[in-house]
């Protein structure tokens, strides 16, 4: 079956534009995930989405980020007024439940110029 | 603040070694801690341990958790070039769901 999609693959954005990065997540997962992996460095967790529940908005780094779910399926990730230290990998992860194994998407590769 | 940390940094081995990857961790409200292979940008998940004491098996791939002395353990037998990929733990809260990663080990087989 088809796995966790993301879009754009790639994008090369201007400091000070705002970027939206998609998620499709795999069909009948509840639960989604975003996190970041700046160059050499580890994951860093960002958002998730649970069901209809309110997401865990704990991990965002700042105000210039925001992600909504629609519809308990797709999500956007927006960052406004991108800034250089935004260059980063950007991963999205669905699951079947809360407590089940977290399945990532191939994430998008943000470089903010 | 919640901690992984994961041993060597990277190491170097010829097919047919047999690797031990370590994972330290120190993670409020534990609930189970994940394995994962990263070879370009998507990590694919290897196991999730939630038990202590108890092997998983994938394959030439095992892993086990001792929640008592908070680690885990990713071993990987006869490798072979495929397996060269950087391997990263994370542990996953009961609360918020969550995953904290380790910084990941980077593991290049040679032929």
């Known amino acids: 079956g088809a796995g966790v999609s993301q879009s754009p693959s790639n994008k090369v954005t201007e400091k000070g534009k705002d970027v939206e990065l998609r998620c499709d997540p795999i069909?009948?997962?509840?639960?989604l995930y975003w996190y970041r992996q700046s160059l050499g460095q580890g994951l860093e967790f960002l958002i998730y989405?649970?069901?209809?529940?309110?997401?865990?908005k704990s991990g965002l780094p700042s105000d210039r980020f925001s992600a909504e779910r629609t519809g308990g399926s797709v999500s956007t990730l927006t960052i406004q007024r991108t800034q250089q230290e935004d260059s980063a990998v950007y991963l999205c992860?669905?699951?079947?439940?809360?407590?089940?194994?977290?399945?990532f998407g191939p994430g998008t590769r943000l470089t903010v110029l | 603040e919640d901690k992984v940390v994961q041993s060597p940094l990277s190491l170097v081995v010829h097919e047919g070694d047999t690797v031990t990857l370590n994972c330290s961790y120190e993670v409020t409200n534990f609930r189970s801690l994940l394995w994962y292979k990263q070879e370009k940008k998507a990590p694919t998940f290897l196991f999730m341990l939630t038990s202590s004491g108890i092997e998983k098996k994938s394959g030439r791939l095992s892993s086990i958790l001792d929640k008592k002395e908070l680690f885990s353990i990713l071993n990987i037998t006869a490798t072979q070039t495929g397996d060269s990929a950087v391997y990263l733990c994370a542990g996953f809260k009961a609360a918020g769901n969550k995953l904290t990663f380790g910084g990941g080990t980077r593991v290049l087989v040679k032929p």
């Open positions: 069909s009948g997962h509840t639960a």
């Open positions: 989405f649970q069901g209809n529940s309110a997401p865990d």
């Open positions: 992860a669905s699951s079947p439940s809360p407590s089940g194994g977290q399945f």
